[in-house]
């Protein structure tokens, strides 16, 4: 009966009623949809940078990143390639030769980080095959074929079939130069790909290094994300020679930003919450005020303070109750629609995309979430019950009873 | 030779008084109140406006302490009880009538005639047995899920006499309760107690104004700057 006696209270006032449901209702669709967003600009930023240019674990000599000396490569580099690429949980592997260096065209000179590729493998590690503005990927039959990113070519004024010259130290610290022709032109989300990359054939490179079969990098492309930790701990055991890294390590900003972005949302989650249980208290409280001849009358007819005070919280918990299953409806659907069909962001994408974002995002929340919106919800709900409840027990039955 | 068997008395004040601090001046709204109410009473009490009425009711009810005296109801000395203990008391022992805001709003006619017992954890059959018998006598059968506001006033303090009486309180005690119905309804309020009153054997208490209601009690206590002034059995 209590329990009736609630329900049906939270139909007296319909319009106040409907108002507090829908904010309820709005506040939790305005907190999934952030959630969604911020989760999702996460997610494209995190994966833009592991599929188009990090890859999830990399493989160095110990000795190689201090200053990218040429002389360190990995020992038995292609043979320990061929050993992980038939690991199930490796999708791609992809072995690198490397050297900074110089690009020059005839107008002007670069810095270069130059990378000796196997086209075939490569572009399932950073699928740069997919992000051609010009070109192809390698499928010329030109000879020395290069592939840089836009900006850079843009800088030195050269397009699909300029010719380039790459300079840089042998393992003797000889200067080494080879000519080269644009065969395509990629843009990525990376500033540092776009401007500071030239990828040519490992055949090449290594020809002109004069390092026979010598690579410097392994990058492995997972199937799934779950599989990076254990395979770390097992690369790690039987490589203990070899620095091996992760996305996490390879670019702690990412991680970082992960964390941010984590504490940003439980800062926003907060902030909404609140402004629920202010929303709630002031509602109910109004409810109480409103009531209170009545509820005056239950407890001079022997209604005891414990369920008067119960009456008050079961009334608020089913406004709740109403409004948070819809309103987490509602961020449901939202959240699916945008995840198949993302939201446009081309008109704001040059100033993204300087921060590496793809111009469409998709929002994407965890299943855990709706589930911790719920309960956040619920307790928000008896939190702002309590006030308005002890309010009502408060009073006195003759003096209420007597107001007119 | 008359043989008359000793009524039992319900409510007994000895010399209660009242006197509210609650502006400068101290208000003394009973004095010296010495009132006995035997079983089966219909019992009005009357006095000019500010004569200590709803007070008397109100302590006598449990719903206010006296500043001195005490109250003896069946035998319970209830100016020692807790208010916790007060809530629990009236629910069990005493039925109320108010003037208005009787009725909860949310609730049928049937459902606040029941409600009293479902607070005395009553079980569901007895309370839908004993609602259902009332709303007949009453004539109100056919309002049974008809909420308040679709009520008259009079149809409204009826279903708010049957509520006290379903709970089988001890007494009833109405403030008065017909002070807002038009004088045709007031009377039929008051036969309906009346007959209440010798049916079920229910004692009744109520405050008034009004000469007509005056006319129907059989006790009508006078209250005047609260002390009594007239207690006569008609
Ligand atoms: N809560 C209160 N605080 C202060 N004074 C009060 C309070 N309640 C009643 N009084 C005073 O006590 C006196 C008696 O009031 P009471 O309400 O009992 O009179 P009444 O006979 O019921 O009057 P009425 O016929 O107008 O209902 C009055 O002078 C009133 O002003
Ligand atoms: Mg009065």
């Given at each position: 009966m209590l329990i009736k006696i609630a329900w049906r209270n939270v139909w007296r006032n319909k319009g106040r009623s409907l108002v507090v449901i829908g904010s309820i209702v709005v506040g939790i669709w305005a907190l999934l949809f952030m959630l969604g967003f911020m989760n999702g600009f996460t997610v494209s930023y995190i994966n833009g940078a592991i599929e188009h240019e990090i890859s999830h674990i990399q493989i160095h000599h110990p000795k190689f990143k201090q200053d990218y000396d040429i002389a360190y490569s990995i020992p038995n580099g292609l043979s320990l390639k061929e050993a992980l690429s038939s690991d199930p949980k490796v999708a791609a592997i992809s072995p690198r030769s490397f050297a900074n260096g110089m690009i020059s065209s005839t107008r002007k000179a670069n810095g270069v980080r130059i990378y000796g590729i196997i086209p075939e493998l490569e572009k399932?590690?950073?699928?740069?095959?997919?992000?051609?503005?010009?070109?192809?990927?390698?499928?010329?039959?030109?000879?020395?074929?290069?592939?840089?990113?836009?900006?850079?070519?843009?800088?030195?004024?050269?397009?699909?079939?300029?010719?380039?010259?790459?300079?840089?130290?042998?393992?003797?610290?000889?200067?080494?130069?080879?000519?080269?022709?644009?065969?395509?032109?990629?843009?990525?989300?990376?500033?540092?790909?776009?401007?500071?990359?030239?990828?040519?054939?490992?055949?090449?490179?290594?020809?002109?290094?004069?390092?026979?079969?010598?690579?410097?990098?392994?990058?492995?492309?997972?199937?799934?994300?779950?599989?990076?930790?254990?395979?770390?701990?097992?690369?790690?055991?039987?490589?203990?020679?070899?620095?091996?890294?992760?996305?996490?390590?390879?670019?702690?900003?990412?991680?970082?930003?992960?964390?941010?972005?984590?504490?940003?949302?439980?800062?926003?989650?907060?902030?909404?919450?609140?402004?629920?249980?202010?929303?709630?208290?002031?509602?109910?409280?109004?409810?109480?005020?409103?009531?209170?001849?009545?509820?005056?009358?239950?407890?001079?007819?022997?209604?005891?303070?414990?369920?008067?005070?119960?009456?008050?919280?079961?009334?608020?918990?089913?406004?709740?109750?109403?409004?948070?299953?819809?309103?987490?409806?509602?961020?449901?659907?939202?959240?699916?629609?945008?995840?198949?069909?993302?939201?446009?962001?081309?008109?704001?994408?040059?100033?993204?995309?300087?921060?590496?974002?793809?111009?469409?995002?998709?929002?994407?929340?965890?299943?855990?979430?709706?589930?911790?919106?719920?309960?956040?919800?619920?307790?928000?709900?008896?939190i702002g019950a309590l006030y308005p409840a002890y309010k009502a027990i408060q009073l006195n039955p003759t003096k209420a009873l007597h107001t007119v | 030779m008359e043989t008359t068997v000793a009524k039992k008395i319900v409510i007994k004040t000895e010399n209660i008084a009242k006197t509210y601090h609650e502006s400068k001046i101290p208000v003394q709204a009973l004095k010296d109140v010495d009132l006995e109410i035997e079983e089966g009473e219909f019992t009005a009490i009357v006095g000019p406006s500010g004569s200590g009425k709803t007070t008397l009711l109100n302590i006598i009810g449990g719903l206010d302490k006296p500043s001195k005296g005490k109250i003896i109801i069946g035998d319970t000395d209830i100016s020692n009880l807790k208010e916790s203990q007060l809530i629990d008391f009236r629910l069990h022992h005493i039925g109320f009538v108010f003037q208005q805001y009787n009725l909860i709003p949310v609730l049928t006619a049937k459902e606040n005639v029941e409600f009293i017992m479902l607070l005395q954890k009553k079980s569901e059959k007895e309370m839908e047995e004993r609602a259902m018998k009332l709303l007949k006598e009453v004539g109100l059968e056919d309002k049974a899920k008809v909420r308040p506001s679709e009520l008259s006033g009079g149809q409204q303090q009826r279903v708010a006499v049957i509520r006290a009486l379903a709970s089988r309180p001890k007494f009833i005690l109405a403030d008065e309760p017909t002070a807002n119905l038009d004088s045709a309804s007031a009377g039929n309020l008051l036969d309906m107690m009346a007959r209440m009153n010798r049916e079920e054997n229910m004692t009744f208490i109520f405050s008034t104004h009004d000469q007509r209601v005056i006319d129907k009690a059989r006790r009508v206590v006078t209250l005047e700057d609260g002390m009594i002034k007239y207690d006569e059995v008609r």
């Open positions: 399932h590690v950073t699928h740069h095959d997919s992000l051609l503005t010009a070109g192809t990927y390698f499928e010329s039959k030109q000879r020395n074929p290069v592939i840089i990113g836009n900006e850079l070519a843009e800088e030195l004024k050269v397009d699909i079939n300029s010719k380039i010259v790459l300079t840089f130290q042998d393992e003797d610290n000889n200067l080494v130069a080879g000519a080269f022709r644009i065969a395509g032109l990629i843009e990525t989300s990376s500033p540092s790909i776009n401007k500071f990359t030239a990828y040519v054939k490992m055949e090449d490179f290594n020809r002109i290094a004069g390092i026979g079969q010598n690579i410097h990098e392994i990058a492995l492309f997972l199937s799934s994300p779950n599989d990076e930790a254990p395979l770390m701990d097992k690369l790690k055991k039987e490589h203990p020679d070899l620095l091996i890294e992760s996305w996490r390590t390879i670019a702690p900003e990412l991680e970082l930003f992960l964390s941010m972005t984590d504490s940003f949302l439980w800062v926003l989650f907060g902030i909404i919450m609140i402004a629920l249980i202010f929303g709630i208290i002031n509602t109910m409280l109004m409810a109480v005020l409103e009531r209170y001849r009545e509820l005056g009358m239950l407890m001079a007819i022997g209604m005891n303070k414990w369920r008067v005070y119960m009456m008050i919280v079961i009334e608020t918990v089913f406004l709740s109750l109403v409004g948070g299953p819809l309103g987490i409806i509602i961020g449901l659907a939202t959240m699916n629609w945008l995840g198949i069909h993302g939201i446009d962001l081309s008109a704001y994408s040059e100033g993204l995309k300087a921060y590496g974002y793809d111009s469409i995002l998709y929002p994407s929340i965890e299943n855990n979430i709706y589930i911790f919106v719920t309960i956040g919800v619920i307790i928000t709900a008896l | -």
